[in-house]
């Protein structure tokens, strides 16, 4: 039996790279897997030290968001961390077999963004905390029985690693643990991610519909490379665009006529549409 977790962190209301996350796990429940959301409510308390009744507030709004979205409870998991006795359990067993170092290695790739926009300065024993936590969630349906293939930010691909590391020296089957990795969005104002952590980012669902509109249209896309571009890039992470269908829009912004200013419209609507299901 296989389970397609996926997990996100609750430093403030969804931006698009999270909400596309979460769409591209609903259309996999759709499809017909197991699918477990896994809201990381003490990911923030530790991590980011928000305090524990704002954490239960926000976290309350995902599981609306989550269910809003189209996700079915009734055929997948959509939980906390907190009150989760066996996943605590089994981070601190998985916690004898991973050390100082191995969380050095599995940094963020961009943790260094997150330092310079004054995010965290260095990585503290919560953050350790946290990431030990994240890679429970893995190891403990692994220790289950299931095969588990995470679906995650390419920018967080170390935390899988980090937990097959861990499970290997556990002695667990770590070859049943695997990730697949969506496209990390570029941040608007030339930032390299959407990010809740850093103001100015993106496009976030605390935002109106109007200011959506005037961020999107005021976004110059210039960036020389299809991978720079944050409208392009929020086009491919919708859950129904295929290969076939990512490379016309390509074709599109590369020739910067009536097509890709549809596109840009398209996208920008759609992205105000999924944002105003989030409870206010």
């Given at each position: 039996m296989s389970l397609d977790p996926t997990g996100v962190g609750l430093g403030g209301p969804p931006h698009a790279g999270t909400v596309f996350q979460l769409l591209r796990?609903?259309?996999?429940?759709?499809?017909?897997?197991?699918?477990?959301?896994?809201?990381?409510?003490?990911?923030s308390y530790t991590a980011r030290r928000t305090p524990l009744d704002a954490v239960r507030r926000i976290a309350d709004q995902y599981e609306e968001f989550v269910r809003r979205l189209g996700f079915d409870t009734q055929l997948g998991i959509l939980r906390r961390q907190e009150g989760h006795a066996d996943v605590l359990a089994t981070a601190f067993l998985l916690s004898r077999h991973l050390d100082d170092a191995d969380f050095q290695w599995a940094e963020e790739d961009l943790s260094g963004l997150y330092q310079s926009h004054g995010v965290f300065d260095h990585l503290t024993y919560g953050m350790k905390q946290a990431t030990l936590l994240m890679a429970a969630d893995f190891v403990q349906l692994l220790?289950?029985?299931?095969?588990?293939?995470?679906?995650l930010g390419v920018d967080e691909h170390k935390y899988v690693a980090l937990a097959r590391r861990g499970a290997e020296r556990?002695?667990?089957?770590?070859?049943?643990?695997?990730?697949?990795?969506?496209?990390?969005?570029?941040?608007?104002s030339g930032l390299p991610k959407m990010s809740k952590s850093i103001p100015g980012s993106g496009i976030d669902a605390s935002m109106t519909a109007d200011d959506i509109r005037s961020l999107l249209a005021a976004d110059s896309d210039t960036a020389p490379e299809?991978?720079?571009?944050?409208?392009?890039?929020?086009?491919?992470c919708l859950p129904e665009v295929d290969g076939r269908a990512y490379d016309?829009?390509?074709?599109?912004?590369?020739?910067?006529?009536?097509?890709?200013?549809?596109?840009r419209q398209e996208?920008?609507?759609?992205?105000?549409?999924?944002?105003?299901?989030?409870?206010?």
């Open positions: 796990a609903i259309k996999l429940q759709q499809q017909g897997l197991d699918v477990q959301i896994v809201l990381g409510d003490l990911d220790a289950e029985g299931w095969h588990v293939l995470v679906s556990w002695g667990l089957p770590a070859d049943r643990l695997a990730g697949i990795y969506t496209k990390m969005i570029p941040g608007l299809d991978d720079g571009s944050a409208l392009l890039q929020m086009y491919a016309r829009a390509v074709a599109a912004r590369r020739s910067g006529g009536v097509q890709w200013q549809v596109l996208i920008t609507e759609r992205s105000i549409n999924v944002f105003s299901l989030w409870p206010r």
